[in-house]
């Protein structure tokens, strides 16, 4: 019995929808980074070397602990333009005209386009660890990034929220900007607590047993896993305001 036509027909259909995707995710990802990715992504890692440099130079005893505060900020970068720049890019283009005419259609889209930025920033992560590793020390590549993104996603959640409040690129990164320095400002005082947002868990304090280290380490990813989910549900709930944004 001749098979052909549906083998043929299941090949069509995996092609038009592998297809589809394609299209889908590139047309996203232009809108997400407006034609400026490969700027980004090119500024991360020179970010990243130039910090590695200065380690090697000026830090004799660098470890694993100094590898995660040099890709915590490349991570940041990534993730800074596409989550504070996304709403106004969206209505600059007027495309939010369209997301708002579809009903429930934009909570779709920046589900998928969050979550389109939140893994190409894991996935750099995860080859710039790997330039570390071999760089400058051993240590695990995997866990290094997925520690990493618990900070990055709690930031970039927290910077879609506030773009969707502020409704505007520039005003939303000078939000950020103070609210990254006050973050900064009280680490210190937070920094063998749970609440601080630029916990190192490779960073153990001095006379501190690894074991409550590590506790403290589960109870800090645990705060900024919900918190990151209470931002990004609390964008997707401004997004319902559409007079607000369509003036």
């Known amino acids: 019995m001749d098979t052909s036509p549906n083998i043929f027909s299941k090949q069509s259909r995996l092609y038009f929808w592998t297809d589809l995707i394609y299209k889908m995710a590139r047309y996203n990802l232009k809108i997400i980074f407006a034609g400026r990715f490969i ?4 500024a991360a890692l020179l970010f990243f070397i130039l910090l590695s440099i200065n380690v090697v130079f000026n830090t ?3 470890d694993s602990a100094s590898v ?3 890709l915590f900020f490349p991570g940041i970068l990534l993730v800074f333009y596409p989550t504070v720049f996304g709403i106004q890019s969206d209505a600059d283009t007027r495309i939010l005209e369209i997301l708002f005419g579809i009903p429930d259609y934009r909570y779709k889209v920046w589900m998928v386009r969050l979550g389109m930025i939140f893994l190409l920033t894991w996935f750099f992560l995860y080859l710039f660890c790997w330039i570390g590793y071999y760089g400058l020390i051993p240590f695990p590549v995997f866990e290094m990034s997925w520690q990493l993104m618990f900070p990055i996603l709690f930031l970039g959640c927290l910077a879609f929220l506030v773009s969707t409040i502020v409704k505007n ?7 950020m900007i103070i609210i990254g320095v006050l973050l900064l400002m009280f680490s210190d005082a937070l920094s063998r607590t749970q609440w601080n947002v630029f916990h190192n ?6 006379k501190m047993n690894e074991m409550i280290w590590a506790q403290v380490s589960q109870k800090n990813r645990l705060f900024l896993s919900i918190s990151s989910v209470i931002f990004f549900l609390g964008g997707l709930t401004n997004l319902q305001r559409r007079e607000k944004f369509l003036k």
């Not at 700027?39 to 090119?42: A, G, I, R, S, T």
């Not at 690129?169 to 939000?175: I, K, M, R, S």
């Not at 868990?201 to 001095?206: K, L, Q, V």
């Open 60 to 62: 004799p005893g660098y």
């Open 39 to 42: 700027w980004f992504v090119l």
């Open 169 to 175: 690129g520039n005003g939303t990164a000078v939000v």
């Open 68 to 70: 995660y505060a040099i």
């Open 201 to 206: 868990p490779y960073s153990i304090p001095e």
